[in-house]
């Protein structure tokens, strides 16, 4: 059984850090991508990042660009993004997420249980 388990979200005031974590297990992720999605509330689960684990590529979203990186953390099968200058309007909850390397429409997705981040004004 398939299991992503978030960590590290939370409340902080806008222009500070937050670092989230997931940690996949139950399944082989070498021909995977993990990565970060976000919905706000009245809004759609969008895009924030992703991390390819054969050949380390990433991808991000623009709004995040430049404020936040995702990375392998230490254990197998850890994925970090680390988020800086946060927004209020980062304010959201963050779900990890897995697919397939090929599939980079992100359709047949491993959902973790999502983290709230809340950015004060």
């Known amino acids: 059984q398939v299991q992503l388990v978030e960590s590290g979200g939370g409340l902080v005031q806008a222009g500070g850090s937050l670092r989230l974590s997931c940690a996949a297990s139950?399944?082989?992720?070498?021909?995977?991508?993990m990565g970060w999605f976000r919905q706000a509330p009245g809004k759609e689960r969008e895009f924030v990042a992703a991390?390819?684990?054969?050949?380390?590529?990433?991808s991000y979203t623009d709004s995040v660009e430049g404020r936040c990186t995702i990375s392998p953390g230490n254990a197998k099968n850890t994925v970090l993004l680390q988020m800086n200058s946060l927004k209020p309007e980062d304010t959201a909850v963050y779900y990890c997420?897995?697919?397939?390397?090929?599939?980079?429409?992100?359709?047949?997705?491993?959902w973790g249980q999502g983290t709230q981040v809340t950015v004060s004004s």
């Open positions: 991390i390819t684990w054969s050949n380390g590529r990433t």
């Open positions: 997420a897995a697919s397939r390397s090929d599939d980079p429409g992100w359709t047949d997705v491993y």
């Open positions: 139950g399944r082989t992720f070498s021909n995977y991508a």
